[in-house]
């Protein structure tokens, strides 16, 4: 089955800066998802990218897909301490499988 | 409405013992799947279901049995636990395809002894 792979694993950075998470896939797909989660609970869908769209926003967060390179990357402007989750990428698998997550980036917001 | 609720939240079993991870969703939605997440693995697909009355096997699926006997409830049962099944456990559904957005409950952490 095709993964999303994140880059970096961990991330920290200092509050009011921007973080920059990568999601890389293998086969084609028709939408890639970001979920968040914090720790010691459940995802949290963030945003659906379909594969004819190249960038979508959601408040802070700017999501990016590029189909050629078979890579996404999310970016979150003006990060809060409150930010600090782990996120993922998630591809649809062949047929009607569950999606498919990555391992996660790790992100840490100093106050 | 509630959304996904998983039930319990933590759990401790001893080598053998069996026992059954509740998953019950209020959305209406035909998909439903249960993964594990283990330190450094992600999530892994353990089983899933299109509708009630249909299952299927995913990534990781020995040692699990699943049932999908109404639209709502998603039941995982662990036959005989062994410490490797020591993970947190969380239910997803989502309306109609699993290409859209899934809804996931809360977790349960379950370790075995």
């Known amino acids: 089955s095709q993964q999303g792979e994140e880059d970096p694993q961990a991330l920290s950075i200092q509050e009011g800066e921007n973080a920059t998470m990568n999601c890389s896939y293998k086969t084609s797909i028709n939408n890639l998802q970001w979920y968040r989660q914090n720790s010691g609970r459940g995802l949290v869908h963030l945003i659906l990218i379909r594969s004819n769209e190249r960038e979508k926003h959601s408040g802070r967060l700017r999501v990016t897909l590029d189909t050629s390179k078979k890579s996404s990357s999310l970016l979150i402007t003006a990060s809060r301490a409150a930010d600090t989750a782990s996120y993922f990428c998630a591809t649809p698998n062949s047929g009607n499988t569950p999606l498919v997550f990555g391992k996660g980036t790790r992100l840490s917001v100093i106050a | 409405n509630a959304g996904v609720t998983q039930t319990p939240k933590f759990q401790v079993l001893k080598t053998g013992q069996s026992m059954t991870l509740q998953c019950a969703q209020d959305m209406n939605h035909e998909y439903m799947s249960w993964y594990r997440q283990d330190p450094g693995m992600g999530l892994r697909l353990i089983h899933y279901s299109v509708g009630a009355g249909i299952t299927d096997q995913g990534e990781v699926p020995n040692g699990y049995n699943v049932s999908r006997s109404t639209t709502e409830d998603f039941p995982l049962r662990l036959l005989s636990a062994a410490p490797s099944q020591t993970s947190v456990y969380f239910c997803?559904?989502?309306?109609?395809?699993?290409?859209?957005?899934?809804?996931f409950g809360a977790g349960t952490r379950l370790s075995v002894l």
């Open positions: 997803a559904s989502s309306r109609g395809h699993s290409k859209n957005i899934q809804y």
